[in-house]
């Protein structure tokens, strides 16, 4: 079941690679739409960690099963963020996040066909604070 906040709270955590070593963390995300959408109208998520932040190129993206980036889910054809599905993203950082609380905000943009070009995406901001733990 998700949470009814856009940032889960489960699934943030450091990632380490099979060699032992940290190479960044990942986070949970719900669908922030009322319905689900096709993984070429996402346009990316903006990630902010205790004031550092990652511009909305950056983070890799997790959509059934399958490993994506931004420019790779933008073409994607036969892809969907589901509404009951959250998507995991990756974002780099050598040596993770120190375990404890972080005020973690994402702000997750979306295109919507039906929406005049000069008015996309929408954009939608959510703030939490989540733990890593050790």
């Known amino acids: 079941m998700l949470d009814r906040e856009l940032i889960q709270n489960r699934g943030f955590r450091n990632v380490v690679d099979d060699d032992g070593t940290t190479t960044g963390f990942q986070l949970r995300l719900r669908m922030p739409n009322y ?10 998520v903006e990630v902010e960690v ?7 190129e950056v983070p890799r993206w997790t959509l059934q099963g399958r490993d994506f980036s931004i420019d ?3 073409t994607s054809t036969d ?7 959250a998507a995991t993203i990756t974002v780099p950082k ?3 996040l120190e375990p404890g609380v ?12 039906y929406i005049p070009a000069q008015f996309q995406p929408s954009l939608f901001p959510a703030q939490r604070k989540v733990t890593i733990v050790a």
Not at 102 to 113: C, K, M
């Open 94 to 96: 050598p040596g993770g």
């Open 72 to 74: 790779e889910l933008r």
């Open 79 to 85: 892809v969907r963020w589901q509404l009951d599905e």
């Open 35 to 44: 319905r689900g959408v096709a993984g070429s109208l996402v346009d990316g």
């Open 102 to 113: 972080h005020d973690v905000r994402v702000s997750i943009a979306i295109r919507a066909p």
């Open 50 to 56: 205790d004031g550092e932040t990652w511009d909305r």
